[in-house]
């Protein structure tokens, strides 16, 4: 679904603290790997097209050597310099059908999979020399009604609730996430979905969960009380739909980047690879293929991310997990988008992100297709 200010980050550490990690009415399992899920999941894909008061701008990316890496999709001519930063003009407009899906598995056996599907109309707002003003704009929502998880209820209460409202994003002319203009009211929808959440899920807990659920939401309140922190955590659709832009790359050249991921509980970054490529498929039209493939594994991630979930148990006082919760744990994330430069438009993005952890595994996949 495409609101997920409230949403994401909520259902995810919801599930965290046993409150929608099975089908409802099912006794949660043991908090430590839920919230290990629940962390990576919320984790956005980088390098974030989010500007920081460190980071205005994409990285200098030179080729990788590909003597250690997957060679690059063939090319059916030479490789040529292609400039990906948009050239996009007021009043231009797009309609996506927007699809997630998530489906987790133990040992490879399903034990739960839901999907929803949104209409997403994204606009050019203003065009100025610095950037572009963007609307993104939830139109409608068709999530299922049965077979979801708890968390994945509430999410739909929270997600009606901003239909047909815009989010005016601020970028620059790489179309790097600079700012959001109507933040104060976009920040009235959050504190009205918090409540909403808080109110659904406080009448069903245990008086021993009271005092972590309270402790809990002062930390989501905390977590997006800042303008740079709903864009980082709050639009990860809109994270995924920038991403393809801005880059200056040669087709058929493999890039690698080192990259750290953020954490949303405020733990340390956990180190990443991503390498990705532009591919010309057909040199006689203006579309180009940006892949996209990041991952993390190895004890510098289990360390950072650790020490994540130790902050959220003792933010919400669970249980403590120990480093063997973590072992072994592993992020790939695949993303395939397709552009036109002629006009700039973003006509196909799909991108999945799988988890896997000591025999489970989660697959989050988000697809935008271009309506007509």
Not at 205 to 229: C, G, K, M, V
Not at 285 to 306: K, L, M, R, V
Not at 329 to 338: A, N, P
């Amino acid at each position: 679904m495409a609101f997920r200010l409230a949403a994401l980050t909520m259902s995810v550490v919801l599930i965290a603290v046993g409150c929608g990690g099975a089908e409802a009415g099912t006794p949660p399992t043991s908090a430590a790997p839920s919230a290990l899920f629940s962390t990576l999941e919320a984790i956005p894909p980088t390098p974030v097209p989010i500007a920081t008061a460190t980071a205005l701008a994409l990285p200098t990316i030179a080729p990788t050597s590909t003597a250690s890496a997957a060679p690059p999709t063939p090319q059916p001519g030479p490789s040529v310099r292609v400039n990906l930063a948009p050239q996009w003009a007021v009043g231009q407009s797009w309609d996506y059908e927007l699809i997630k899906s998530r489906e987790r598995r133990t040992d490879s056996v399903p034990i739960s999979s839901n999907s929803s599907t949104s209409v997403v109309k994204i606009e050019i707002l203003e065009a100025t020399e610095p950037g572009f003003v963007i609307g993104y704009t939830l139109k409608s929502i068709a999530l299922p009604t049965t077979g979801i998880l708890l968390a994945d209820a509430l999410a739909r209460d929270l997600a009606e609730l901003t239909v047909d409202l815009t989010f005016e994003i601020e970028v620059n002319s790489e179309a790097i996430m600079m700012g959001l203009r109507n933040y104060e009211e976009i920040k009235v929808a959050i504190d009205a979905g918090i409540d909403t959440l808080s109110d659904a899920v406080e009448s069903t807990a245990s008086p021993e969960e009271a005092e972590s659920l309270a402790a809990l939401f002062d930390q989501i309140r905390e977590t997006y009380s800042t303008e740079i922190a709903v864009l980082t955590f709050g639009l990860p659709e809109m994270v995924l739909y920038f991403m393809p832009f801005g880059w200056e790359l040669d087709t058929g050249e493999l890039y690698e980047l080192e990259d750290a991921l953020p954490s949303p509980l405020g733990g340390p970054p956990i180190p990443a690879i991503a390498q990705f490529e532009v591919t010309d498929p057909d040199p006689g039209d203006s579309s180009y293929t940006f892949n996209w493939t990041q991952g993390f594994a190895g004890p510098a991630a289990e360390q950072a991310i650790f020490e994540s979930l130790l902050i959220l148990s003792l933010q919400t006082g669970g249980t403590q997990p120990t480093f063997d919760d973590v072992r072994g744990i592993e992020r790939q994330d695949d993303g395939v988008f397709t552009l036109d430069t002629e006009n700039w438009t973003l006509t196909n993005l799909r991108f999945v992100q799988n988890v896997t952890n000591q025999g489970s595994s989660a697959v989050d996949t988000t697809e935008y297709i271009l309506l007509p």
